[in-house]
């Protein structure tokens, strides 16, 4: 019994400190919003629990390290219906997805990076409705059809088109911003899509 208590407390530790070091720091809605997130995302097979993660990485290959990371949180922007709360977003922790086994290399940053895995994007968009918001393209390592309208293959990391057209708008008017594949113009909604909400603001 005292085992367990210790794994299970070691198991969450890192995610409590996460949550601590945000800035700033979640209020009482805001985690309460993410458990109820996190709780549906493992109940549709999208994400592990927080107390099996750290057992899974022990049976499987190094690359899983790579995959998963440490306790890695992002805030989710969400589209809450009663808009006084802060900010609108949620603190999703990104390692606990399950990924694909394949990787996929960022033609610009050169990184590997592992997509989530799920079955379509119309799926996805479903299974996701009662958490709509900006989060569900955000946690995706690469954008897709659905936020960029490119006919070719997306192959610059969302980090990248991020950095792409935050650097874009230091010269270039926004309605003139171009994709970095094919050199087409990107729409406003794109942009939005694809960059911060600081970024885009400007």
């Given at each position: ?7 299970s407390f070691?198991?969450v530790?890192p ?14 809605f805001e ?10 995302l493992?109940?549709?097979g999208y994400?592990?629990?927080v107390?099996?993660?750290y ?5 499987q290959?190094?690359?899983?390290t ?6 890695r949180?992002i805030?989710?922007?969400m589209?809450?219906?009663?808009t006084?709360?802060?900010?609108n ?8 997805f399950k ?17 989530i ?11 996701c ?11 995706f ?10 006919k070719?293959s997306?192959?610059?990391?969302r ?7 935050k650097?874009?708008?230091e ?7 171009e994709c970095?594949q ?10 939005e899509r ?9």
């Open positions: 019994m005292i085992w367990s208590y210790r794994c070691h198991k530790e995610y409590r400190h996460a949550l601590r070091d945000l800035k700033p720091v979640p209020t009482t985690l309460t919003v993410a458990m109820e997130l996190h709780n549906h493992i109940e549709l994400m592990r629990s107390f099996n993660s057992g899974m990485l022990k049976l290959d190094r690359s899983e790579t995959k998963l990371g440490s306790a949180v805030w989710g922007r589209d809450y219906k009663d006084s709360y802060r900010a977003q949620v603190p999703i922790f990104l390692n606990l990924r694909q086994p394949s990787s996929r290399e960022c033609i610009v940053c050169m990184e590997d990076k592992y997509e895995d799920i079955e379509s994007w119309d799926q996805w968009l479903r299974d409705e009662n958490f709509s918001g900006a989060w569900v393209w955000n946690v390592e690469y954008p897709n059809s659905h936020i960029q309208l490119c070719h997306l192959d610059v990391c980090n990248c088109m991020e950095n792409h057209i650097a874009a708008l010269s270039t008017p926004c309605d003139k911003i970095p094919c050199d087409r113009v990107l729409l406003p909604s794109e942009i694809l960059s911060t909400p600081e970024t885009f603001q400007k």
